[in-house]
């Protein structure tokens, strides 16, 4: 799994291997729902910086500003897909 920011949001990019089927003739909104399953969070790089406090998992909106995740605790996941 990936994160990063863009325009100020908060991104993830994970692998997904099956294709999500989309009717490209349809008009109708798409959209997809990704499920977690979360066991304990996750672990992170506690790093000692400016503004950051210890033992906390600090996020900033620009690159380089939050902590590196380095063990994500998600077990699974799953994908629904539909159009409105």
């Given at each position: 799994m990936r994160l990063e920011t863009i325009d100020g949001e908060l991104w993830m990019t994970f692998p997904y291997s099956y294709p999500l089927a989309v009717d490209q003739t349809s008009t109708d909104r798409h959209w997809a729902r990704a499920h977690w399953q979360l066991f304990e969070g996750f672990r992170w790089a506690d790093t000692?910086?400016?503004?950051?406090?210890?033992g906390?998992?600090?996020v900033g909106v620009t690159a380089?500003?939050?902590e590196e995740v380095l063990a994500a605790g998600i077990t699974g996941?799953?994908?629904?897909?539909?159009?409105?």
């Open positions: 000692a910086a400016t503004g950051n406090t210890d906390v998992w600090d380089g500003e939050t996941y799953h994908t629904t897909a539909s159009t409105d």
